[in-house]
């Protein structure tokens, strides 16, 4: 009769199992840093890249990237991974990002402070933002100022992305001022169910 394989051969197979560990752990060790139970699905992935076009100049500004789904659905989107700078609190997710992304800038810290770790990382305006934090852990003055942030580092007309599993939008739109604010469809295929808001704040 045909044994399932151990767990540490099937883990050594599909790098992906090894990262539901890490994610699981990382969960269950500090659950309200840790935004997600799994890495963000191939699909949300891809939807949360989406947005960012690989034509408009300037880095890219990966927040919370974890084990790097998303940037890898950003280098498929066009984006070069010279150009990418990920931002991750976790220590061991970042020591995991500098091996996987050798080319990219991978800073460590708490993103809420986003100004002040990218200082001397960013070159420029960034093309855009890709967000992966728990936003709503935190109250939404704290939210809007995150985002108000990252604007600030943004070219115009540059998007704001942030997945979330609620309906409403993770940054209420009453508490950011002239901004545009668009929900994608619902991604099913991920687990949970999640959905991509973008926003985008017009030039002045």
Known sequence: MNRPAPLVERLKKKPELRDEARF??????KPLITGAVSP???ALARMMAKPVDPA???QVLEIGPGT???TEALLERGIDEERLVLLEFNPGFVTLLRQRF???????GDAYDVIGLTQGAL???VAGVISSLPLLTKP????AKFLNDCFSLALPGAPFCQFTYMIAPPIPLFAIGDTHASGSSLVWRNVPPARVWTYRRPAH
Not at 24 to 29: A, H, K, L, N, V
Request: net charge positive; hydrophobic share 30%; glycine share 14%.
């Open 123 to 125: 070159t420029g305006p």
């Open 40 to 42: 963000s699905g191939k």
């Open 56 to 58: 408009m100049p300037g």
């Open 102 to 108: 050798p080319r990219a800038t991978v800073l460590q």
């Open 24 to 29: 699981i752990r990382s969960w269950i060790e």
């Open 68 to 70: 790097g789904p998303v």
């Open 140 to 143: 939404v003055p704290r939210r």
